[in-house]
């Protein structure tokens, strides 16, 4: 596609539930990103992908989190058990090649998810 | 990564230009400077970057001094969509994820 599509753009849920939070990067991208921003703050990074793999999983902040990536394209983020401080915006980005140094990075508009 | 400083906030007057600084006094020889922006309720957008050498593209020109410490996003135009945080980050090439800082929030007014 043309850009990084995240789905959905919004996501209430109630807390102890379990949230899947969609990415489909842009084609031919072999890398890829998810950050979160809370309220007022910066970006925190959560994990990345060179194709299907996650060489990276430093960010994730708890064994609630987790993602995957199949075919080297789409990403799921899947955050189970939520509590409230899991409200934030979900961003994903992605790159034509593994650091993202040559034209940097595409993000979506990510997905703000409010946990009640 | 090194560790870069940027003001908290900045004015400029619509159609002057904008000039944002950032300092990396810590930069190593393998880092490059990157300039991201994000729009209010939007995802950050890719600016611009460089290693020692002046850049310029369609949306701003970057100014990194010779001993590489500091470096200045330069928007020769500023337009009210401007209004953004503007994130300066130092990283080398073949590191594999984007360290934000907080940035410099940038105010165009009318």
């Known amino acids: 596609g043309a850009g990084v599509s995240q789905s959905p753009s919004n996501k209430v849920t109630e807390k102890g539930k379990d949230v899947e939070l969609r990415c489909d990067p842009i084609?031919?991208?072999?890398?890829l990103y998810w950050y979160r921003q809370s309220l007022g703050q910066g970006l925190e990074f959560l994990i990345y992908?060179?194709?299907?793999?996650?060489?990276?999983k430093s960010g994730l902040p708890s064994d609630r989190f987790s993602a995957e990536r199949t075919g080297g394209s789409v990403s799921t983020l899947t955050i189970q058990r939520t509590q409230q401080e899991d409200s934030a915006v979900y961003l994903c980005?992605?790159?034509?090649?593994?650091?993202?140094?040559?034209?940097?990075?595409?993000f979506g508009s990510g997905t703000r998810l409010t946990v009640v | 990564d090194a560790k870069t400083t940027q003001p908290p906030s900045m004015d400029c007057a619509e159609g002057r230009a904008a000039n944002l600084p950032c300092n990396h006094s810590t930069i190593s020889g393998n880092e490059y400077v990157y300039w991201y922006r994000q729009i209010h309720s939007q995802g950050p957008q890719y600016i611009i970057h460089g290693l020692k050498n002046n850049e310029t593209n369609e949306m701003a020109s970057l100014i990194i001094t010779e001993d590489r410490k500091s470096s200045t996003l330069i928007l020769p135009h500023a337009t009210l969509r401007d209004t953004a945080v503007y994130y300066c980050i130092v990283r080398a090439y073949n590191t594999d994820k984007l360290i934000f800082g907080t940035g410099t929030r940038l105010q165009v007014f009318p």
């Open positions: 992908f060179q194709g299907n793999s996650a060489p990276d």
């Open positions: 980005a992605s790159s034509l090649d593994r650091t993202g140094a040559l034209n940097g990075y595409t």
């Open positions: 084609s031919g991208h072999t890398a």
